[in-house]
């Protein structure tokens, strides 16, 4: 009886493990694929014209007469 009862056991097991697994499957969201270059880990890729599109540069804060940024303040020099 033992030989019957054991195996019958192992296999009914088995299948209550399987079927479980097959519920819990976790869905992923989808993907948003952008049409810029990044890298590994995700982030734009500067080396690339489009992706310098969108950075502002800083404006100088200190302008002469003529509309040119002073070069007395060091938030104006090139760096």
């Known amino acids: 009886m033992k ?3 054991i ?3 192992v296999l009914l097991l088995s299948f ?8 819990t499957a976790v869905k992923k ?3 948003i694929k952008t049409a810029t270059k990044t890298k590994k880990d995700g982030t734009p890729d ?3 014209k489009e992706n310098k599109k969108g950075i502002a540069k800083e404006e100088p804060k200190h302008l002469k007469k003529d509309g040119t940024p002073d070069k007395r303040y060091s938030e ?4």
């Open 16 to 23: 209550s493990l399987n079927s479980g697994k097959a519920q």
């Open 29 to 31: 969201p989808p993907t």
């Open 76 to 79: 104006n020099e090139k760096k």
């Open 46 to 48: 500067m080396r690339y």
């Open 3 to 5: 030989k019957f009862l």
């Open 7 to 9: 195996p019958i056991l």
